[in-house]
């Protein structure tokens, strides 16, 4: 009886082993794949993060054109403005110059 129970608890060791060799496997793969799925997870975040990005650029770019447009126009009217004032200036002035010549 002696023997068996040796027996027993040889198997039950051997078992125990291979048991604990089994979830080491087991653990280290699981690991393994949730390194693994941490990398994709953070290659993915930042493909989304360039994508964001680039359309953010993109969106400022073209309200950064449109402003430009904007304001050209403005510096359109501004000049268009200035040269009308400037020459109804010059015909005042020339007026103002004949009469002073022809009044002596």
Known sequence: ?????????RQAEETAKRERAQAL???????DAAVEAGK?????AAV????EI???L?????EATAAAQVL???TEKQKAAMRAAAEQKLDEA???IVERIVNG
Do not use: V
């Not at 009886?1 to 608890?9: H, L, Q, W």
């Not at 993109?58 to 073209?62: D, K």
């Open 1 to 9: 009886m002696a023997f068996d129970a040796i027996t027993m608890i």
């Open 25 to 31: 496997t087991d653990a280290r793969a699981a690991e």
């Open 40 to 44: 994709a997870a953070i290659e993915e």
């Open 48 to 51: 989304r993060a360039r994508k």
């Open 54 to 56: 680039q359309a953010k």
């Open 58 to 62: 993109a969106e400022l770019e073209a």
């Open 72 to 74: 050209a126009g403005e």
């Open 94 to 96: 020339a007026a103002l």
